[in-house]
């Protein structure tokens, strides 16, 4: 019944007050999980480990749990998907909202709290440039960077966020959310044709970096 009623809201075919989320017949207490603010959050890494905290240690073992990730959806509403100023909310595309397979990648990658949830448990901090925008928005850089799942290498997204991502604003370089020369459009393309002769998940993010083409020289850390 929870996720009949989720879906009907955020298609706008039911009132949003048609579900009290600790209702029992909408939702249940998960063992070992803690509660969760839906406080505002500036970015998506922020709101990721406002999650994690939540989920605690085992939180791996809830990815394929479509329940949650909508109850989470739910709660966190007014975050990742705030009113316009008229009052609307528009939560657009499917894939943002409602909890795909964790199988079924392509459309997975695109789930506005799952998917920087999986990011920041996997990689850390090597996840900066794909978190960094606000909790609302599906960036560029991370659409281009997770669209294929052998991009989910930590030296691999090391190497990217050394090109892209500027720890002194805490966001992304000038220039890095472009589909120019040198862009992550452009390094998504480059890891496939390096990937032809080297195996990547045998480099670190110096050696992936220093083996990109010039057109990526004015992303590379200075002392490259």
């Not at 397979?101 to 090597?126: C, E, T």
């Not at 900066?128 to 960036?139: E, I, N, T």
């Not at 120019?180 to 050696?207: I, M, S, Y």
Request: aromatic letters at 8%.
């Amino acid at each position: 019944m929870g996720l009949v009623a989720f879906k009907r809201i955020f298609e706008g075919d039911l009132s949003e007050s048609a579900i009290n989320p600790v209702d029992p017949q909408f939702a249940l207490p998960v063992s070992g999980t803690k509660s969760i603010s839906d406080a505002p959050a500036a970015t998506s890494k922020e709101l990721a480990a406002r999650v994690l905290q939540s989920l605690g240690p085992e939180w791996t073992h809830v990815l394929p749990r479509a329940g949650i990730w909508a109850w989470l959806t739910f709660i966190l509403r007014d975050v990742v998907f705030p009113k316009n100023s008229e009052g609307d909310r528009k939560p657009k595309e499917i894939h943002r909202w409602y909890p795909s397979s964790p199988g079924d990648w392509q459309k997975a990658q695109r789930h506005l709290i799952r998917m920087p949830v999986v990011l920041l448990g996997s990689l850390g901090d090597a996840a900066d440039h794909l978190l960094c925008a606000h909790p609302s928005v599906l960036p560029e850089i991370r659409e281009q960077l997770t669209s294929q799942q052998d991009m989910f290498s930590m030296e691999f997204q090391r190497a990217a966020r050394q090109l892209y991502f500027d720890d002194g604003k805490n966001g992304l370089k000038r220039g890095a959310g472009g589909k120019t020369a040198g862009t992550p459009r452009r390094l998504a393309k480059v890891r496939q044709q390096l990937d032809v002769t080297w195996n990547l998940f045998d480099l670190d993010a110096a050696h992936i970096v220093k083996l990109l083409p010039r057109e990526f020289d004015r992303f590379k850390p200075k002392t490259q």
